[in-house]
């Protein structure tokens, strides 16, 4: 049995044909995969940064309201402090005056007590 070459020729051709198109095939669903992947890992990076973002204002936002809490508290310690301050300033004051009070009669009961004893003394 012998094969005429036209024949075999277009037997061949049409197998390396089909060869191509199933290699071609192959390569377009291994070329889209990979663009899907691309796509896939583009989007997760995408939604990561949104993300990053998101959670940095968030922490941002934070870290003013912390920033204006302690200049608030800050300042209500100054005006604690100013208060004590000026409280004890004051009360520092009256307790001057009263030991200065209490040394005026504590003068006044020994003038008074050297004064009997005087008399004590000469009428014995």
Known sequence: MQIDPVTLITVVSGVVASITAVWAAIRKIVL?????????????????????????????????????????????????LAHMQESYSGSVAVLGEKIEILREEIRAAQANLMGLLVKLIDKN
């Open 32 to 80: 889209a995969r990979a663009i899907r992947q691309e796509s896939f890992k583009n989007q997760i990076l995408e939604q990561a940064k949104l993300e990053a973002e998101r959670v940095k204002e968030e922490l941002e936002s934070k870290i003013k309201s912390l920033e204006e809490e302690f200049r608030e508290q800050k300042a209500s310690v100054g005006r604690d």
